[in-house]
C-alpha cells in the first residue's frame, strides 16, 4: 500500500514563508507525477502545483512565482517552498502521486494533509 506523510504546515504571517513536505513509502521515481492540492473551507479541492518524472513542473495562476516544487530522489520527497503567503492560501494541502500499474493503468494516491493558516 503506498502511503503518502505529509509535514511542514501551520501558521504563518501574511507576507511569510513555509516548506512543506512529502514522504512518500516508494521510491518516488516510480510516480508519474507528484503534487500538491489545497482545499478551503466550503471549497472544492484545487491543484496548487505538479511535477512529473522528468522533472517538469505545472502551478496554478494564483501561486506560480511564489510557489516551487520539487523533487529529491535521495530523500524520496517532494517539496513546496511557499513564500509570500496570503490569507487566501489558507487551506489543507494534500500529497498526490500518480503510480503507473499494469495494462495501461495508474492509481491515485493521497496524503492525509497538512494545514497551513496564513492569518496576522
Known amino acids: 500500500q503506498v502511503q503518502l506523510v505529509e509535514s511542514g504546515g501551520g501558521l504563518v504571517q501574511p507576507g511569510g514563508s513555509l516548506r512543506l513536505s512529502c514522504a512518500a513509502s516508494?521510491?518516488?521515481?516510480?510516480?508519474?507525477?507528484m503534487g500538491w492540492y489545497h482545499q478551503a473551507p466550503g471549497k472544492q479541492r484545487e491543484l496548487v502545483a505538479t511535477?512529473?518524472?522528468?522533472?517538469?513542473?505545472n502551478y496554478a495562476d494564483s501561486v506560480r512565482g511564489r510557489f516551487t516544487i520539487s523533487r529529491d530522489n535521495a530523500k524520496n520527497t517532494v517539496s513546496l517552498q511557499m513564500k509570500s503567503l496570503k490569507p487566501e492560501d489558507t487551506a489543507v494541502y494534500y500529497c498526490?502521486?500518480?503510480?503507473?500499474?499494469?495494462?495501461?493503468?495508474?492509481?491515485?494516491?493521497w496524503g492525509q494533509g497538512t494545514q497551513v493558516t496564513v492569518s496576522s
Open positions: 498526490y502521486a500518480r503510480l503507473p500499474t499494469s495494462y495501461g493503468r495508474e492509481s491515485d494516491y
Open positions: 516508494l521510491k518516488i521515481f516510480s510516480f508519474s507525477v
Open positions: 511535477i512529473t518524472r522528468a522533472g517538469n513542473t
